[in-house]
């Protein structure tokens, strides 16, 4: 399978990595349809990969003052790869996000790939709105991730970025682990699967638990201060809070494609990364 991914972010180049010789992956600006119709032609791809988004620096704030080219980049880009794949009849997977649900579901196991987003901060907002219009098209995938966590250390990495939080809020989420998630790219790249998928391990997990398994595992001298959501941006340490949720997989169950429990991939994935912090 010869896979074009289009974004050489963190995700983009830990797929391209994995897949070796069938990836290629493009960095290209992407203005128009036709620029997108170039580098299809240029690799002639089976399938792409839109790994390519606006997260913002040194978080997702930075979207709130940044709107337009956040906007360009979570809908606009999107939606252009999408009209360019529908020309040429290949098939596309769309990165999406979980962070488009806020607070409890109507389903107590959790949100489903079915439920309406009810996204709150810009950047949400606009990735959620790239997936109204995505998930109308045939020939599309879209997969869903949630706070991806890597064995590989990383500024990028959920497991840095917690053990370098002087306060960090005490909440629970689904999360995905990124070793699980490349290879159930993979397979839904294999199939062609149209629609939307919650790429997400099963079970949720609490950053007190990876907390706690960093400081088993990797640094035992690690301390932290535990906060609530509400504090985060009562102490001004975020503009607005963050999405927590916990969702449910029907739609990877419905294909047969499994990931591992996350307790067992997180316990995993943190002794693979102890090992390259020695």
């Known amino acids: 399978m010869k896979i074009l991914i289009i974004g050489k972010g963190f995700i983009g180049a830990r797929c391209a ?90 389903d107590p196991k959790g949100w489903k790939e079915s439920d309406f987003g009810n996204p709150i901060p810009v950047y949400s907002r606009s990735k959620w709105a790239a997936d109204l219009v995505l998930s109308t098209l045939p020939n599309v995938g879209i997969a869903r991730i949630r706070m991806p966590i890597d064995y590989i250390p990383s500024p990028t990495n959920m497991i840095d970025k917690l053990a370098t939080f002087p306060k960090v809020i005490d909440v629970e989420n689904s999360v995905t682990i990124v070793e699980d998630m490349i290879d159930v790219f993979y397979k839904l790249m294999e199939k062609r699967a149209e629609g939307i998928f919650h790429v997400t391990n099963p079970g949720t997990l609490k950053h007190r638990e990876i907390i706690a398994l960093y400081e088993e595992l990797v640094d035992p001298n690690h301390k932290n201060e535990w906060i609530s959501n509400d504090d985060l941006v009562a102490q001004g340490l975020a503009t607005k809070g963050r999405s927590n949720n916990f969702l449910q997989s029907e739609n990877l169950e419905k294909l047969g494609i499994k990931m591992r429990p996350i307790h067992q991939a997180m316990r995993d994935t943190m002794e693979k990364y102890a090992k390259l912090k020695k």
């Open 17 to 106: 990595e994995v897949w070796g010789e069938e990836a290629f992956v493009s960095d290209k600006i992407i203005d128009s349809k036709q620029d997108v119709l170039d580098l299809l032609v240029e690799y002639n791809p089976d399938v792409v990969l839109n790994a390519a988004g606006v997260r913002g620096k040194p978080n997702v704030d930075w979207c709130e003052t940044n709107q337009e080219e956040t906007i360009l980049g979570n809908t606009k880009l999107p939606i252009i790869i999408a009209e360019a794949c529908q020309e040429k009849n290949i098939y596309l997977l769309h990165i999406g996000s979980g962070c488009i649900f806020y607070g409890e579901s109507p």
